[in-house]
């Protein structure tokens, strides 16, 4: 299969590079001309040029705005997309558009597949990103190939939408175990303890998560392992959450939290650095903290 890859930012040009480093040629377009060559890719020109070049076509891109405007504008992937052909969307968007976007492009007998990422960008760069993926289960085995090279799990979620709505599912509960994490971390460093020791308790405990397992055993020594999502993009993820449990009519009593951590951060500075900096954000407020000592 001809690859083609539409968004090589910051998750996207690292599963370009992944797949060419296996040896596989990417044709790739970003808006921004200088992610391609980091990506490892040879440059298109244009959507268009991507689409009518590629068997497979994978977008990676912020939000369902963007995705609406690669795959349904003028000269985008629907204008250009034949029949048998795939595209993969490993962007966080909105299952609803997910699935309009589903129907449009099988009216011209090409196959969609929503496939929600997870692993952050060092899952991305080792290739051992985890893959949630709606649509048909025959599409998806065929492009297992290709989505094998930069992801070690994958999952069919169900039909259109549902790859998109567990990765929604599973970025609330990030959001809730990271914001929730750095308010007691800032609160332990302020008790005075010693913030390994907690986090040692916090591991062999009922507090234990993400957060606490794999993010401030760094952060403390002031890694934020940065490179992967903004504070601006975890809350967009939080507030698409808060969207699709309203149309589903379940009752959302823990969005607050992460609403008010990570916009808060997006007020006071944070709003392009990597959401590990919400504990900073949450220092700032509690008289300047920081958990590590530069």
Not at 11 to 32: K, P, Q
Not at 175 to 180: F, G
Not at 254 to 266: D, E, L, T
Request: glycine share 14%; net charge negative; hydrophobic share 45%.
């Amino acid at each position: 299969m001809k690859i083609g890859f539409i968004g090589l930012g910051n998750m996207g040009g690292r599963m370009s590079a992944r797949i060419t480093r296996s040896g596989r040629e990417v044709l790739g377009y970003d808006v921004r001309a200088e992610n391609i060559e980091p990506a490892g890719a040879r440059a298109a020109g244009s959507v268009a040029e991507v689409t009518g070049g590629s068997d497979i076509v994978l977008l990676s891109l912020p939000d369902s705005r963007v995705v609406e405007a690669v795959v349904l504008g003028d000269g985008g992937v629907l204008a250009h997309a034949r029949d048998g052909q795939v595209v993969v969307d490993l962007s966080t968007a909105a299952p609803e558009s997910t699935r309009d976007i589903h129907r449009q492009l099988a009216g011209r007998g090409a196959h969609y597949l929503d496939a929600g990422i997870s692993g952050g960008a060092a899952a991305a760069e080792q290739g051992t990103l985890t893959l949630m993926v709606g649509g048909d289960a025959q599409v998806l085995d065929r492009a297992r190939p290709v989505l094998d090279l930069f992801a070690s799990n994958i999952f069919h979620c169900g039909a259109s939408g549902a790859g998109h709505t567990v990765k929604l599912l599973n970025n609330f509960l990030n959001a809730v175990a990271l914001s929730a994490t750095a308010e007691v971390m800032v609160a332990g460093k302020k008790a005075g303890l010693d913030l390994e020791v907690l986090l040692a308790v916090l591991n062999a405990s009922s507090g234990v998560n993400f957060a606490t397992r794999n993010r401030f055993p760094k952060i403390i020594h002031g890694d934020y392992l940065k490179g992967g999502l903004t504070n601006t993009l975890m809350l967009k993820d939080v507030n698409l959450y808060v969207e699709l449990a309203a149309r589903l009519g379940v009752a959302s009593l823990n969005a607050a939290g992460p609403v008010a951590s990570f916009g808060m951060a997006r007020a006071l500075g944070y709003a392009d650095e990597i959401s590990n900096t919400v504990v900073d954000a949450i220092g700032d407020l509690s008289g300047g903290v920081r958990l590590h000592t530069d």
